[in-house]
């Protein structure tokens, strides 16, 4: 099977997972290695309702994934995927409904295994300090 790698993500330790979307077949799925890329192995297929944008690695192995970026097109439902096993297992961790009239490029990222943030609404930071598992949504001025 041929992939594409479309986003990377690296952490501490030499850890790094990829995302890949395939040219034929199943879904996109996520490639992780924790010899600093030297070797890479299939972690896991992404949810369902997930199609291609940003990731985020903490050291701890813990994995986000959020929806694409908007064009403006009225309401819009920006989603957060988490996994806590690389990639194995996903779970929705945060939906944002609002009505887009910008383009929006959505974004994650973590700063330690514990605080990182989303960008899933162009007036709105989501916070968490606590690996991904409460988020507090923070109004951008």
């Not at 988490?82 to 990639?87: R, V």
């Amino acid at each position: 099977m041929e992939e594409d790698l479309v986003d990377l993500a690296g952490a501490p330790g030499g850890f790094f997972a990829g995302l890949c979307t395939p040219h034929v077949g199943t879904g996109n799925f996520v490639v992780t290695s924790s010899d600093g890329a030297a070797s890479w192995r299939k972690a896991g297929e992404l949810p369902p309702l997930y199609s291609s944008g940003p990731l985020a690695a903490t050291s701890s192995g813990t994995l986000a994934v959020s929806t694409p970026e908007v064009s403006p097109h009225g309401t819009f439902t920006a989603r957060l995927f988490l996994s806590k096993d690389m990639g194995k297992q996903w779970k929705t961790a945060l939906t944002d409904t609002q009505r887009v009239t910008v383009d929006v490029t959505l974004w994650v990222g973590f700063q330690t295994s514990l605080t990182g943030w989303w960008v899933g609404d162009p007036r709105a930071v989501w916070i968490t300090m606590d690996g991904g598992e409460h988020w507090t949504k923070s109004p951008f001025p």
